[in-house]
Structure formats: structure tokens, C-alpha cells
């Protein structure tokens, strides 16, 4: 079973469009740890956020926000006015304690961001 | 600050010949080590990690293998290619035993096999 979900394969907007990246993880640990990745056209992969299990308080840095749901176990990143230098496929992964610090990543968001 | 390499950038080679990537970290010490491929399309699958020298640990099987000769370089290697072992290798490095550290990823290595 895939333990992170990215249900948004491709989204096209507009220059200046909010756009939201849907995240939604699957564990039965209590501690873990969630992150989202950029991977612009070079291939690199940018770490963006990292976020516990415990602290649900929705994060702001930018542009960038993040919500984290426990409830409906999902972590979802929102880019607001978006560039087109937002333009990159987004992961988002799964981080669980005794998997020997194995990340589980999403299959990946490939946005475009239309000048 | 930390760096992380890998070479080459790009390689062709045909089927069934051996292959060796290496990634080098620089700047930490003690690093846990990682190699994903990165088939078409965009998931990203975790082949090898490592926690120090000499340990590795592979999570699928495939005529890929990895080792560790040194604390900060990781290689990743194969007697005979196959098609399908086309795709692009990212290598990752983290610090300490927890699994609350976010990796970082090297520029990576886009490998095509003819």
C-alpha cells in the first residue's frame, strides 16, 4: 500500500493563482515525520519543510504555507501568487521511526505555472 | 557548509556493460547515505542506504549493489546493465540515528542504457 498519497498528478495555473498540493500519508506510528521536496527542471531535489507528528500548527514562510491534518492525515502545501519559477514536479514524504531512517515519497505534483 | 557530488552528470552505456556512480560528501561527518532511482515519470524509489562504513542495507532486489569504502563517499555499481536500469540516481545524505532529519540530495546522475 502506498503510505503517501499524491493524488494530483499534473496542475497548470496561471501566473499569480493560489495553487494547493494535496499530501495525504498513511502510518500507525504516533511519532513520525512529514516533508515536501522541489525538484525544478535540474533534477536536484530542494528540501522545503519539515514538520513532527506532534505540532499541527499550520506553517507560513513566503509564499509558502503548509496545513497539517492529523485529522484526515494529510499535509498540504499551498504556493499563493504563484511565478513561474515555481515551476517543478513537488514531493512529499514519509518519515517513520524503526524503518532505519527510510523516507517514503509520494509519487510527485508536476506544476506549471503559466506566465 | 555541506556539499554533496555526484559524478558523472550523464552517462550512456549500452546493455550489459558495468556501470559506477559515486557520490562524495563534504563538509559533516558520519553521514547516512542513500541512492534513489528516479524512473520516467517521477517516483522516487530508495535502493541503498547506509549508516556507516561498510553497512549497507538494499531495499529491492536488482543487479545493482552499493558500497562505502570511506565515511563520506558512496558508490553504487553493477557488473551488467539492463534496460531497465535506466533512470535518474540520486544520491541523499542525512546526519545522526533519527528518522527526523530531512535529507539533502546531490545534482544527480541521469543514466541511459542503449
Known amino acids: 500500500a502506498q503510505k503517501v498519497t499524491q493524488a494530483q498528478t499534473e496542475i497548470s495555473v496561471v501566473e499569480k493563482e493560489d495553487v494547493t498540493l494535496d499530501c495525504v500519508y498513511e502510518t500507525r506510528d504516533t511519532t513520525y515525520y512529514l516533508f515536501w521536496y522541489k525538484q525544478p527542471p535540474s533534477g536536484e531535489l530542494v528540501f522545503l519543510i519539515r514538520?513532527?507528528?506532534?505540532?499541527?500548527q499550520n506553517e507560513i514562510s513566503g509564499r509558502y504555507s503548509w496545513n497539517f491534518q492529523k485529522s484526515t492525515s494529510s499535509f498540504n502545501f499551498t504556493i499563493t501568487a504563484s511565478q513561474v519559477v515555481d515551476s517543478a514536479v513537488y514531493f512529499c514524504a514519509l518519515s517513520e521511526p524503526n524503518t532505519g531512517n527510510q523516507f517514503y515519497f509520494g509519487t510527485g505534483t508536476s506544476l506549471t505555472v503559466i506566465p | 557548509s555541506q556539499t554533496i557530488h555526484q559524478w558523472p552528470a550523464t552517462l550512456v552505456q549500452p546493455v550489459g556493460s558495468p556501470l559506477s556512480l559515486e557520490c562524495t560528501v563534504e563538509g559533516t561527518s558520519n553521514p547516512n547515505l542513500y541512492w534513489y532511482r528516479q524512473a520516467a515519470g517521477r517516483g522516487l524509489q530508495l535502493l541503498f542506504y547506509s549508516v556507516g562504513i561498510g553497512q549497507i542495507s538494499s531495499e529491492v532486489p536488482q543487479n545493482l549493489s552499493a558500497s562505502r569504502p570511506q565515511d563520506r563517499q558512496f558508490i553504487l555499481s553493477s557488473k551488467k546493465l539492463l534496460l531497465s536500469d535506466s533512470g535518474f540516481y540520486l544520491c541523499a545524505w542525512s546526519v545522526g540515528q533519527g528518522f527526523y532529519n530531512e535529507q539533502f540530495f546531490g545534482p544527480g546522475t541521469r543514466l541511459t542504457v542503449l
Open positions: 514538520r513532527n507528528s506532534f505540532d499541527e
